[in-house]
């Protein structure tokens, strides 16, 4: 009877939460699409520090790959939530992105990336 009671109260919860997600996105605010970036390590750092201080304030889920193989595990994570604009930057996220076919916004350097994440 225990695991009835907290199927039901998850059940429960789950169902609030998606009112609440209704009910916060309505006219007057409009749910705005997430914004994931993924752009190569070596592409992020600024001189000594491990990453460019125009990332530290960036409102998107960032993402920065070492290897084209986890650049190719980030952007199909991404694309697969399937709520995110997703914007690669660099040639490894860029290689990626085309080995998965998936549809990504492509930018040649950070300022770019940045420029197309709204920053």
Do not use: K, Q
């Not at 690669?88 to 950070?110: E, F, K, Q, Y």
Request: charged fraction near 25%.
């Amino acid at each position: 009877m225990t695991s009835l009671s907290a199927s039901i109260g998850a059940l429960l919860a789950a169902g609030a939460l998606a009112v609440a997600g209704l009910l916060g996105a309505g006219p007057d605010r409009p749910a705005s699409p997430r914004v994931a970036l993924v752009v190569d390590a070596g592409l992020a750092r600024h001189g000594r520090a491990l990453l460019d201080p125009r990332l530290r304030s960036v409102r998107a889920d960032l993402r920065l790959p070492r290897t084209v193989a986890e650049a190719r595990t980030d952007v199909r994570y991404l694309v697969a939530g399937g709520d995110a604009v997703v914007v690669v930057a660099g040639p490894r996220s860029i290689r990626a992105a085309s080995d998965t076919r998936a549809r990504v916004l492509r930018a040649a350097d950070l300022a770019a990336a940045l420029r197309a994440v709204g920053r």
